[in-house]
Every structure is written in C-alpha cells, then in structure tokens.
C-alpha cells in the first residue's frame, strides 16, 4: 500500500511540475479594459448666433399708404445678416425649442405703372421700398439623429419697411389733402420654415435654413430668405 502511494504522489508531483512550465512558457494577455459607450450628442440648452444670408421678395408699396389702391406689385431683393438667441430642450430624438433674431436687411426694388384709387385713375408713378429689417420669435420642433438636427419653425415677424415715390403725376393720399412722397412702418405678420443643423463640438453648431416671411393684411409684403447659422450653447 505504501509504495502505490508513493508512486501516486510522485506522478501527480511531475503533473503539476509539467503543468506550471508550460504555464509560464505562454505569453501573458495585455488587460482590457471593459468597452465605453459612445457619448450621445445633446441639444439641450441656450444658445445665441449669428447667421447671414439673401432673401427675394414680392411688395405692394400702395398698401402702406391706403388699403383704397388697387394692388401694385414688383420685387425686391437684398442681403440679411442677423443675430439670434434660443432656448430648447431634447427628450429623446425630440428636441422643442424657442427662437428668435433680429435681422439687417438690405432688400430693394422699384416699378413703374397707372396708379388706381377707388377704382379712379390717380396718374402714374414710379415707386421704390426698400426692408431695412426684420424681427422674429419662432417654436422650434425638431428630430435629433446624434449630432445632425431636422427642424421646422413657426411664428411671428415685425417687418419695417419704406416706400417712396420718385416721380407722380396728379396724385395725393392721406384722404387728398398731403402729397404722398415716402412713408416707412412696421408690419406685423408670420414667419415660417424649416432647416438643418449640424453640432461639431458639445456646443458649437451649423445650420442651413430656408424662412418665408409674410407681413401686412393679406401679405402685402412676402420674404423668401435662404440663410446658413453659427450657434454657441451653453449647456450640453
């Protein structure tokens, strides 16, 4: 009995003598560290920018003096460049938000024709307006994909806009008694559009954005504006 137990235990002594030289002859695997998840952009937050752009529009100039003319149409055309500020918050893919600007604008144009008041010929005039700018205060409601954002906008606009009249042959406003030469105001109206915006960093952002602005009853005056963005947020 000894000697079986003796040669047991120098055959299980030679087993774990081979097993831990094959052991340290193997190469030793570099730790790795568990994988991190990739970080999710956020569009959370406030923001300011600038943007800058061209706009192409369509302007009744007679219906800043009286809504008595007939309509008398041409267009205008011009640069913008502008500032902007917002706020919005992102649940999911959804991100709501509010935005507004305040725009330079550089928009002008001018026409010539018969100028007809009450259905009676007032003569014929060469007019010219010009948009030297415009406001607005628009909902955001967009769709996130990461650091891609698709969006639409809706709201409200102040428009200011002059008109002025270069040559008149037998024509007065102002109920015939003061000679019509220029007259500037604000219009009230909406804006609307949509757009898309690009994070590069946690808070920096591009965008591209097409906005279509109505203003006075019945649009007498109507913007078409393409313009790109830079955003800063704070927050994200």
């Known amino acids: 009995m000894k000697p079986i137990l003796l040669s047991t235990t120098a055959v299980v002594a030679l087993l774990t003598t081979s097993l831990v030289a094959r052991a340290a002859d193997l190469p030793m695997q570099a730790y790795k560290s568990p994988p991190v998840g990739a970080a999710i952009y956020n569009w959370t937050g406030i923001y300011v920018g600038v943007n800058a752009g061209y706009g192409v529009g369509k302007q009744d100039p007679l219906a800043l003096f009286s809504n008595d003319f007939n309509r008398f149409d041409y267009t205008l055309s011009g640069g913008v460049i ?3 500020f917002g706020a919005q918050i992102q649940s999911g893919h959804v991100v709501l938000g509010l935005e507004g600007d305040i725009n330079w604008v550089d928009m002008s144009g001018s026409g010539s ?12 005039a060469t007019i010219s307006s010009k948009v030297s700018g415009f406001d607005t205060l628009r909902a955001r409601v967009g769709y996130a994909y990461d650091n891609w954002l698709f969006y639409g906008t809706a709201g409200v606009a102040l428009t200011n806009d002059t008109s002025s009249f270069t040559q008149t042959v ?31 960093t946690p808070n920096l952002s591009v965008k591209i954005e097409y906005l279509w602005v109505g203003a006075g009853a019945g649009n007498t005056l109507t913007e078409n504006i393409a313009r790109a963005g830079l955003n800063w947020r704070f927050g994200g």
Do not use: R
């Open 170 to 200: 037998g024509f007065a406003c102002n109920n015939g008694v003061v000679p019509c030469t220029s007259k500037a105001d604000w219009h009230a109206g909406v804006a609307a559009g949509a757009g898309i915006e690009y994070g590069f």
């Open 113 to 124: 024709g018969s100028v007809v008041k009450l259905g009676v010929l007032q003569g014929t």
């Open 82 to 84: 502008g500032g902007t």
